[in-house]
């Protein structure tokens, strides 16, 4: 299973991104898929995700400006993210739990895409 997450860039405050994550290879069923963010000298955190009972999650720091979605038939989610802050910069990681061909669940995580908000 590989996660390939684009959608990064240098974007100025008050603009907005769309990040993209893409779960390929033998998936069975995607049990949670997500965002994390990890800020230069700081513990990665979760940004926005769809738990295992479907519902959405959101940092308090995105909440109101932010909106995850997914499309089941491409097993891909969708964050965007509006009203960009410069406290909103660092490095995005997509993450997903996936259930394989072999029914057995397993954390992947995407190499990440940087997300630099200039003020």
């Known amino acids: 299973v590989q996660l390939q997450a684009s959608g990064g860039g240098l974007v100025q405050a008050g603009g907005s991104l769309r990040l993209s994550c893409a779960a390929s290879g033998r998936i069975f069923a995607i049990n949670e898929m997500g965002w994390y963010r990890q800020a230069a000298g700081k513990q990665r955190e979760l940004v926005a995700g769809?738990?295992?009972?479907?519902?959405?999650i959101y940092a308090d720091s995105v909440k109101g400006r932010s909106t995850i979605s997914r499309d089941n038939a491409k097993n891909t989610v969708y964050l965007q993210v509006n009203s960009l802050k410069p406290e909103d910069t660092g490095i995005y990681y997509c993450r997903s739990v996936v259930v394989s061909t072999t029914l057995e669940p397993r954390t992947y995580w995407g190499q990440g895409t940087q997300v630099t908000v200039s003020s």
């Open positions: 769809f738990t295992l009972s479907g519902s959405t």
